[in-house]
């Protein structure tokens, strides 16, 4: 396979952190084989983050705004995930726009690309505070409950994939699921994929409000605890042509 590389981020309101987070990300991208992309979804914000990209892109040839997606973190994920795939990714990277993440520690992960299937990163100090953290660990405990799958960090923003490995799995999800980062890292290993880790750091935000605040957290939980259910099911009957050690198939 190529090193067609699509690094993809989901954006809303986040006009105070998008420039300077495209800045830092797309010298990773500027000197990648043609066809490789910076991407930004920006669907529903109602501040000047659509018009700041807008003015970047007629600056940098590689980046890219992917509009009519639905407003919510999860589903631009989906939608930008397609967007790579269709457009014949080799990898795709992603990553979020609130400038959390270290674009300095993403080479180590290219570096490694051919060892592994994915390569998820590993928050193992995060600067959000103890409620995230306390809440992520209660994700990878869920996730071993429903699906017996051992993983440090289920929904880490900082995953650099195999394109063909996440075509595999899109159809899974409906365009509108809100948590597809949990759920691809459980097909990941539940379908026996070669997946690496790598601590990473996560700063606190240093501008800008996140959207989605504890109330919603606590609801998103109660949701996904019948998804999982459903999801724990599907896989146990293999109901979508899912099957153990994907990452041996012939076509690979």
Request: glycine content about 8%.
């Amino acid at each position: 396979m190529g090193d067609i590389l699509y690094i993809v981020m989901p954006a809303f309101n986040e006009e105070a952190n998008i420039e300077k987070t495209v800045r830092e990300w797309y010298p990773h991208i500027a000197y990648k084989p043609d066809g490789s992309k910076l991407v930004v979804a920006d669907s529903g914000s109602s501040d000047d983050t659509h018009e700041i990209l807008r003015d970047l892109c007629r600056e940098l040839p590689r980046l890219e705004i992917l509009e009519g997606t639905l407003s919510q973190h999860g589903p631009k994920c989906i939608a930008l995930y397609e967007y790579a795939v269709n457009r014949r990714a080799d990898y795709i990277f992603q990553t979020d726009s609130d400038g959390q993440t270290d674009p300095d520690e993403f080479p180590a992960f290219w570096h490694h690309r051919h060892e592994f299937d994915v390569i998820l990163g590993n928050r193992t100090v995060r600067g959000d505070g103890r409620i995230r953290f306390l809440v992520e660990k209660v994700v990878t405990w869920l996730l071993y409950i429903f699906f017996r799958v051992r993983v440090p960090d289920a929904n880490v923003p900082f995953r650099l994939m195999r394109a063909d490995v996440v075509e595999e799995y899109l159809h899974r999800l409906p365009a509108d699921y809100n948590l597809p980062n949990i759920m691809f890292t459980t097909f990941f290993k539940y379908y026996g994929y070669k997946v690496g880790y790598k601590r990473i750091s996560f700063k606190g935000r240093s501008a800008g409000k996140n959207s989605i605040d504890l109330i919603k957290i606590i609801d998103l939980g109660m949701k996904a605890l019948g998804d999982f259910s459903r999801f724990a099911r599907e896989m146990k009957n293999n109901c979508h042509g899912g099957n153990k050690n994907g990452h041996q198939k012939e076509d690979r």
